[in-house]
């Protein structure tokens, strides 16, 4: 990650963090897509989305990017309020 991309604040929808709250408790794009009630491919999509948003390449430096930033809470490690409206970051 560059610089400019540490300075640059991120914007992460509601349902996106929801996304990324749903991938760090582990669960595949298609138990994602079928807990909310979405297709495979939005989910596929706001996946795709996110690790660009995030500079991240992988599920895994996405749940890494996750717990720096302080948006996910594992097995009360790192546990936050996660806000309900979009996130910005820096």
């Not at 996106?16 to 495979?40: R, Y």
């Not at 999509?45 to 895994?60: G, Q």
């Amino acid at each position: 990650m560059t610089e400019k991309q540490l300075n640059t604040p991120i914007t992460i929808s509601g349902r996106e963090m929801q996304i990324i709250e749903l991938v760090a408790a582990g669960l595949t794009n298609q138990e994602i897509a079928q807990k909310l009630e979405i297709s495979k491919r939005t989910v596929d999509n706001h996946i795709s989305n996110i690790l660009t948003k995030t500079s991240t390449d992988n599920r895994v430096s996405l749940v890494r990017w996750a717990l720096q930033w302080g948006k996910v809470c594992l097995d009360d490690v790192n546990c936050c309020l996660l806000p309900s409206s979009p996130v910005e970051t820096s």
